[in-house]
């Protein structure tokens, strides 16, 4: 297998970002719909919750890691 070169990652950024904001969006719709249907969330706003501190978290130890 070949390296990505500089292209080919800031492609794969770009459709991170999208597929992250519309997973993001998608779940905090189904979050809010079933809070407003039913009265409280489903395990949907935990995967929602989960998958946002995993990012920003990783984010954090990325830049500490990129800064020494």
Same mark, same amino acid.
Do not use: C, Q
């Given at each position: 297998?070949?390296?990505?070169d500089?292209?080919?990652?800031?492609?794969? %950024?770009k459709?991170? !970002?999208?597929?992250?904001?519309?997973?993001?969006?998608? +779940? $905090? &719709?189904?979050?809010?719909? %079933?809070?407003?249907? !039913?009265?409280?969330?489903?395990?949907?706003?935990?995967? +929602? $919750? &989960?998958?946002?501190?995993?990012?920003?978290?990783t984010?954090?130890?990325?830049d500490?890691?990129?800064?020494?």
């Amino acid at each position: 297998m070949r390296k990505a070169d500089e292209m080919e990652k800031a492609h794969n %950024d770009k459709s991170a !970002k999208n597929a992250f904001l519309f997973y993001t969006a998608a +779940l $905090l &719709i189904w979050s809010m719909y %079933d809070l407003f249907t !039913k009265g409280k969330t489903g395990w949907e706003f935990t995967v +929602l $919750l &989960i998958g946002n501190a995993i990012f920003f978290w990783t984010r954090v130890a990325y830049d500490r890691k990129t800064r020494e």
